[in-house]
């Protein structure tokens, strides 16, 4: 039998599906801090998927994404709704990025 080293923070159910398809998984549960760096490591491999996903499974990644974000939130005490609702203030405020605008520069005026 094959045994594959990963050492990467995975999705919580994750260890019990591969049990259910009858592997042998060993994991950890990860102090804080060790939380804290996995995460940021899994929001760089996930960033990396998203840039190199085909439309096919663009939205799977846009999900994992996000789930990541939602965990680094809470891991720093930001609900999921307080994301939501800076997302919707500051998009009230400043607008999105529907329109495509890329700022080219800004000059200051003299006074």
Known sequence: ???KEYNKLVRDLFPDL???KGKKVEFEILDGSQYSEKLMEKFNEEVE???N???DRLLSEIVDLL???YAIAEHRGITESEVEFMRQLKKNRSGGFRKKIL???IEESSQ
Do not use: A, H, S, Y
Request: a positive charge; charged letters at 45%.
């Open 1 to 3: 039998m094959e045994k």
């Open 18 to 20: 591969m049990k259910e």
């Open 49 to 51: 998927k998203f840039r």
């Open 53 to 55: 996903t085909g439309t």
């Open 67 to 69: 789930e990541v974000v």
């Open 103 to 105: 700022l080219k520069t």
